[in-house]
């Protein structure tokens, strides 16, 4: 288990989405975080302490944990002397890139030296099926995005914990990096070998009680041209009952691809239900997600209202407002 608290490592983040996995544990496990510590050129702030190494280890922080996903996923050069510094201190450093701490030399001998554990997330541990599409008792629920980072996470997380809340029987799972660190335990997705990423899927969501809820970490977008094949393998492996849709309405491109626009929700639910029925002919599109984070309350209400009278389908913000309506769309399916 990785030791807690958290010191939220946010180097030189360029933007705020890039702190994303920071983002993510500070919203969604603030009683393991200590505080952050930013690089002079960072560029974002998950609104924890700004904190030195040292002085968040004095105030009990164990674990350094590296809270920036950056595009292909690369531990940068310029932190690894922060990397070093810290195991020199005495932390453990924890990290969901593709690019592993175990990999970098200064960092593995500095960790071995000092007696400290590095932890590579992003690490498949067991050996995975391939899929055989069988269909499993139980309900599965996963929120599909118009793009990259959109809010996917935030959707099912926010759906499981409203399901708790009444009583209901479900369970996030998670799939990336920052859904890991948040619950303890899931898949890293995108790490998996490709012919085996829906069977990854289907072992994380097995069996279960028939009116328990699986709450599917969602990844990707099928309209994203580099992460179009992580999505299809959860569509295809979790073989959803329904299906949200998530979206990020103040984005001009999607993410990394500036040449490439963003889908509607109308074609985001055309192209997604068809893919998703292959699996389970009886999955439904059951709400929609906006991710109003860069809205005014007024103004995010107002297209929460738009969207939904437009699409006919449940809008929220279920970080924002609450999840009980989408919550409250599973009931008949």
């Known amino acids: 288990m990785i030791r807690t608290p958290y010191l939220l490592f946010l180097g030189d983040a360029p933007d705020q989405l890039a702190a994303k996995v920071a983002q993510g544990i500070a919203d969604w496990r603030p009683e393991n975080v200590v505080g952050q510590f930013r690089m002079p050129n960072c560029k974002a702030d ?101 793009d990259c980072s959109v809010g996917k996470m935030y959707t099912g997380l926010a759906m499981d914990a409203e399901m708790r809340s009444r009583g209901m029987k479900s369970t996030f799972r998670p799939t990336g990096q920052t859904g890991i660190l948040i619950i303890g335990n899931g898949i890293p997705l995108d790490a998996v070998v490709a012919d085996f990423m829906a069977g990854a899927v289907e072992w994380l969501t097995p069996d279960n009680e028939p009116d328990h809820w699986d709450h599917i970490e969602g990844q990707g977008s099928l309209y994203h041209i580099s992460y179009s094949g992580v999505t299809l393998a959860l569509i295809h492996g979790g073989q959803p009952d329904a299906l949200i849709l998530a979206h990020e309405p103040t984005r001009t491109h999607l993410r990394g691809l500036p040449d490439h626009s963003l889908p509607s929700l109308e074609a985001l639910r055309d192209t997604a239900l068809p893919l998703a029925r292959l699996a389970n002919p009886d999955c439904e599109v059951a709400g929609i997600s906006i991710n109003t984070k860069a809205l005014g309350e007024d103004e995010a209400l107002r297209l929460c209202e738009e969207t939904e009278a437009r699409m006919g389908l449940p809008c929220v913000d279920p970080f924002r407002h609450g999840a009980g309506r989408l919550v409250d769309a599973l009931a008949g399916i």
């Open 46 to 146: 998950v609104a924890a302490k700004d904190m030195t190494l040292a002085e968040a280890y004095e105030a009990g922080a164990r674990t350094l944990v590296v809270g920036v996903a950056n595009r292909g996923g690369v531990i940068s050069e310029a932190w690894i002397d922060v990397l070093c510094e810290a195991l020199e201190i005495g932390y453990d450093v924890a990290s969901g890139l593709h690019n592993l701490l175990r990999d970098e030399k200064r960092v593995k001998a500095t960790s071995q030296r000092a007696g400290r554990t590095l932890y590579d997330v992003r690490v498949p541990t067991v050996s995975y099926p391939i899929a055989n599409g069988v269909k499993r008792s139980g309900k599965r629920c996963l929120a599909v995005g118009t």
